[in-house]
């Protein structure tokens, strides 16, 4: 079942210890006596996941024992009752311990189409209503890392966290000039945590060979450790957020929100304060206004990709807003990767070779690159026909509805090895570590936004080696906007 496998991978990933670990024990204590201890300790978080899958395994043997003897209205009620209670169960350990657990019931909430509602609708929650630490502590660690009282610098905050997620929690304020803002704040002993978790770099190659199987993980252990340490430094995070407001400022459909840099430092990054709404509120909305939403989605992360060289590697709807004008909303630029001209070019040989169905060269490329072994036992046209399901949605110049069922394909496709015998001699490269998270991510979305347009035709305008003309009308608001002079690229600038 597919709620087993979800309790065996955050088993697995409380044991591999590759978490953002929680806030101080003591805090914990102090706040919520005879709640969880969020710790620091590997041991500790591992007995915690233990003891989740115990309880669960247990509440389902009973159940099952007592079905037996119930009639099938009997049999559904216990069982939706048992859903409920894992759900319940389950998001209230992510939920506190935070971190990558956390992260992985994010993720889970909107990649799995076929999981139990309850389970899904209280997954869903992690997304940006995730426990927060109490408003006591969140103001004194705005106050400390500013090294300023809080009266010397905003105006109001407020002690209510307008969203709490894996490693920080967001709140409302407004500066002494009037300016409405957003201020994130660290928690506390988090980084110590991290830091501590990372070094058992073993046991995380080891999970991502089981993910992954086939791959060398010790090179991907050394990009995610890198890409990891960055999205704890919101000095960092405050680089990328102004390396992408400069890039897309003025932009018709795209906002990224300016940094207050007098209000940032390394544990506390503030923003513009967006207003609008929830990105869930997308999927209520009448096709047309999905499709829009879907397109600017895709021009984001494919014009960053291709013209700015960098990668926004954390696509989930938490990091998405509707703003009241319009405009979608991009706010948070912790997990960033950039690439030089050599990179981008190798992920563009892929696609020239996969559009031109030349199957020889695109194995020679995929080999070259480094995503699949030498010498795998397979012709090259079932190499070709493997991959293409990565680049359905741009092999022909046609418009394409992108599906739920579609991203459910490449989640499996990615990761089931047991039905997949090219899967084992793929490999994921440092370089396409975090370009994966299009295929878990974006791609999930639009196909939870049912989203439909000529991708192929969007593609051609953003590749820098076709640089086709507008294909949309959003594309003729974009090519009025970079005539303008916005979106300046690396190679350019």
Not at 25 to 37: F, H, L, Q, S, V
Not at 418 to 426: D, M, Y
Request: aromatic fraction near 8%; proline fraction near 5%; glycine fraction near 6%.
């Amino acid at each position: 079942m597919r709620v087993r496998r979800l309790l065996k991978l955050v088993l697995l990933a409380g044991l591999a210890g590759t978490a953002v670990r929680a806030v101080r024990r003591r805090t914990e204590r102090a706040a919520d006596p005879a709640g969880p201890i969020r710790s620091t300790s590997r041991g500790e978080r591992s007995a915690v996941m233990a003891r989740l899958a115990l309880r669960r395994v247990g509440d389902r043997t009973w159940t099952k024992a007592r079905q037996r003897l119930a009639d099938d209205e009997g049999r559904r009620q216990m069982q939706a009752e048992l859903e409920r209670r894992e759900a319940e169960d389950v998001v209230a350990a992510l939920g506190h311990m935070k971190g990558a657990m956390m992260k992985l019931g994010q993720m889970a909430s909107y990649l799995d189409e076929g999981m139990p509602e309850p389970m899904r609708a209280a997954l869903a929650g992690l997304r940006s209503d995730a426990p927060p630490m109490p408003s006591d502590l969140a103001l004194s660690e705005i106050e400390r890392g500013l090294g300023r009282p809080l009266h010397d610098l905003f105006d109001h905050v407020d002690p209510e966290p307008l969203a709490a997620a894996s490693i920080g929690q967001v709140h409302r304020a407004r500066t002494l000039d009037g300016t409405d803002v957003a201020v994130k704040v660290q928690y506390p002993s988090i980084a110590e945590a991290i830091a501590s978790d990372l070094d058992n770099s073993e046991t995380l190659a080891m999970l991502l060979g089981m993910v992954f199987p086939g791959l060398d993980p010790q090179e991907l252990v050394e990009e995610l450790r890198a890409r990891i340490t960055e999205e704890l430094d919101y000095a960092n995070e405050a680089a990328n957020v102004r390396l992408f407001a400069d890039y897309y400022r003025g932009h018709p459909h795209i906002w990224i929100p300016d940094v207050v840099e007098s209000h940032s430092s390394a544990t506390v990054l503030t923003t513009e304060f967006v207003d609008g709404q929830r990105f869930e509120r997308a999927f209520e909305l009448p096709q047309e206004a999905r499709d829009r939403i879907a397109e600017i989605l895709y021009r984001f992360v494919f014009r960053s990709l291709n013209r700015q060289y960098t990668f926004n590697g954390d696509p989930h709807p938490g990091n998405y807003l509707l703003a009241s004008d319009g405009r979608v909303a991009f706010i948070d630029f912790g997990l960033v990767k950039h690439f030089d001209l050599n990179e981008i070019e190798q992920f563009a040989r892929l696609i020239r070779a996969m559009l031109e169905r030349d199957a020889c060269e695109f194995r020679r490329t995929a080999e070259e690159v480094g995503v699949l072994r030498p010498g795998a036992p397979f012709d090259d046209q079932e190499i070709y026909d493997w991959f293409a399901a990565y680049y359905e949605l741009i092999l022909n110049d046609e418009p394409i509805q992108v599906t739920s069922e579609y991203s459910r394909r490449l989640l499996y496709k990615t990761f089931d090895a047991r039905t997949n015998e090219i899967l084992k001699h793929s490999n994921v490269p440092p370089t396409f570590a975090l370009i994966q998270r299009i295929n878990l991510g974006l791609f999930s979305l639009m196909g939870r936004l049912e989203a439909s347009a000529n991708w192929r035709a969007i593609s051609e305008e953003l590749w820098d080696w076709t640089s086709a003309p507008p294909s949309t009308p959003m594309g003729e608001d974009e090519a009025a906007w970079a005539a303008a002079g916005g979106g300046v690229s690396p190679a350019a600038g």
